[in-house]
């Protein structure tokens, strides 16, 4: 039986590509809100610094130049933020990233007493954005959870 060469060489170049997309594929990285603090805000804005503790369940880091979130409140759009802070996600390893979110004033009031109205004062939050990569499309990522409106009023 005769062997051709290009068949070999064809066999040889889709083992590699196999390889290739196999080493591509990662986790998704996974993100909570660690900490709200507040920050000085112009005329009727609301300003926050959202801390998003990024856990990296990938052997290779995750470098990244910049970060853009997007913080919805029971649904609805509240607060965006961007952040030029850049950094490395260690691989099997996590980092706290800062990233200030500006709201106005005056939705953030109806949508709070909005909630608290119709409920206990807790209200169901989600953050998605993206930590940008250099020379890539960067890594998204998505959270959700619940505030305490009540305790976050009274200081507790």
Do not use: W
């Not at 170049?13 to 390889?19: K, N, P, R, T």
């Not at 990244?64 to 961007?82: F, H, I, N």
């Not at 980092?95 to 004062?121: E, F, N």
């Amino acid at each position: 039986m005769e062997r051709h060469p290009l068949r070999s060489v064809v066999a040889i170049l889709c083992c590699l590509l196999v390889a290739g997309c196999a080493s591509l594929h990662r986790e998704p990285l996974k993100v909570t809100v660690a900490g709200i603090e507040p920050v000085k805000g112009e005329g009727l804005e609301v300003r926050m610094a959202l801390k998003l503790r990024v856990q990296n369940p990938n052997e290779a880091p995750v470098d990244y130049k910049g970060a853009s979130v997007e913080m919805a409140v029971q649904g609805k759009t509240l607060a965006t933020g961007v952040s030029d802070e850049s950094g490395s996600v260690p691989g099997f390893g996590e980092a706290v990233i800062r990233v200030p979110v500006t709201m106005s004033g005056l939705h953030v009031a109806r949508q709070a007493l909005s909630s608290i109205m119709k409920s206990s004062g807790k209200v169901d939050y989600e953050v998605k954005g993206k930590l940008a990569a250099s020379g890539a499309r960067g890594t998204g990522f998505k959270t959700k959870g619940e505030l305490d409106l009540a305790s976050m009023m009274l200081g507790k």
